[in-house]
């Protein structure tokens, strides 16, 4: 991952980063949690242990690099409803492994981007969802 960018916040100091079905958010570094929750203008409410929104927000996208692809992830693919007004923001923070990787792009990354496996390669890659 090169570079994370929400709205007026952008970080391009590059981290290891892996894709995994079997997560639930996208997971990052504390620090890089705070400033895209403050940049989508999303607040820490500890009954939920998330950052929340207001049901009527409209942050930016989450746009991420990974090499030299970009891959946009829309507010409707980052967010969840937790009340009647509130959104909980699929972004947490996570403690990293100090072998392993600082992201983990969970279900809002893989609602957007389906994975393709070429294991004979070695390689991986992400196409577009046809979701609506």
């Known amino acids: 991952l090169t570079s994370v960018s929400l709205g007026t916040y952008s970080n391009t100091k590059g981290w290891e980063v892996i894709s995994d079905t079997g997560t639930s958010l996208i997971g990052a570094p504390s620090d890089i949690v705070e400033k895209v929750a403050a940049a989508a203008g999303a607040k820490f409410e500890k009954a939920y242990g998330l950052y929340t929104l207001a049901c009527n927000a409209q942050p ?19 967010v969840v409803p937790v009340s009647f007004q509130k959104l ?14 600082s992201w983990i792009l969970g279900d809002p ?13 070695k390689r991986m890659g992400f196409a577009k969802s046809n979701q609506k």
Do not use: H, W
């Not at 909980?88 to 990787?101: K, L, Y």
């Not at 990354?109 to 390669?121: A, E, H, L, M, W």
């Open 60 to 78: 930016a996208d989450l746009k991420l690099k990974i090499g030299a692809q970009s891959y946009d992830i829309t507010y409707k693919n980052m």
């Open 88 to 101: 909980a923001d699929e972004i947490d923070s996570m403690s990293v492994v100090i072998s392993g990787p």
């Open 109 to 121: 990354f893989i609602r957007q981007y389906c994975q393709i496996y070429d294991v004979g390669n």
